[in-house]
């Protein structure tokens, strides 16, 4: 059974600082590792999806990185903004499920 | 393009009702997945439809079923309610891939079990 990990469980940062999220899962055999981010009590947008065979996807800000055989994912944001402040959530794709992490509560303080 | 929309979003009931809730995917996709959210267990997949079929299930009682229409839109019922069944529940919408692609999230129907 695939479980995800994402660590910190939250962060405070002030504007302006990089920072990196991670997000861990146990079973190597996914389709993707989706990045998402969620504001309070709204669903979820989909920030960065990338492929089993890609190693990273980049988007402005965020870049979003694969290593299967660690098991490991990171979130990288640059040059933190308050607008940034959300719940950042991965969610590893297997064959008939989609696995999330509990995911990471991020502050940036202007 | 109108995203997906999910009705009521907002909903309370006593334990022993069902409830029914609502979505309509995005123009053009097929693919409508299921979500709980909650503070203890996070989000957690219940099931995914595609062309009314249920294509993929999560690891949950048989109290909670779904189905699809011709026009992708989709319901999910949950009968027989218990307090444990309080949460956010979120559906999805893709093209055709459905897990394996990306999603697209409604705001969420806020269930509350009395």
């Known amino acids: 059974k695939q479980e995800v990990t994402q660590i910190p469980a939250a962060l405070s940062v002030p504007e302006g600082e990089n920072l990196v999220l991670n997000c861990s899962f146990t079973?190597?055999?996914?389709?993707?590792l989706q990045w998402f981010r969620q504001d309070p009590g709204k669903g979820l947008t989909s920030l960065l999806l990338?492929?089993?065979?890609?190693r990273e996807q980049t988007s402005g800000r965020l870049n979003a990185s694969l290593d299967k055989s660690s098991g490991r994912s990171t979130l990288y944001i640059a040059a933190s903004q308050p607008g940034d402040s959300a719940t950042y959530l991965c969610a590893a794709s297997g064959y008939s499920t989609l696995t999330f992490g509990k995911g990471t509560m991020l502050l940036v303080s202007p | 393009k109108a995203g997906v929309t999910q009705t009521p979003r907002y909903l309370i009931k006593t334990r022993g009702q069902q409830v029914t809730l609502s979505c309509s995917p995005i123009?053009?996709?097929?693919?409508v997945s299921w979500y709980q959210q909650t503070p203890g267990q996070g989000l957690q997949f219940l099931f995914e439809?595609?062309?009314?079929?249920?294509?993929n299930k999560g690891n949950f009682p048989g109290r909670f079923s779904g189905r699809q229409f011709s026009n992708s839109r989709s319901e999910m019922n949950v009968s027989t309610l218990e307090l444990g069944d309080s949460a956010l529940y979120l559906c999805?919408?893709?093209?055709?891939?459905?897990?394996?692609?990306?999603?697209?999230f409604g705001s969420g129907t806020q269930l509350s079990v009395l």
């Open positions: 079973d190597s055999a996914i389709y993707n």
């Open positions: 990338i492929q089993s065979s890609q």
């Open positions: 439809y595609f062309s009314e079929t249920q294509r």
């Open positions: 123009s053009g996709h097929r693919s």
């Open positions: 999805a919408s893709s093209l055709e891939q459905g897990l394996r692609e990306k999603l697209f």
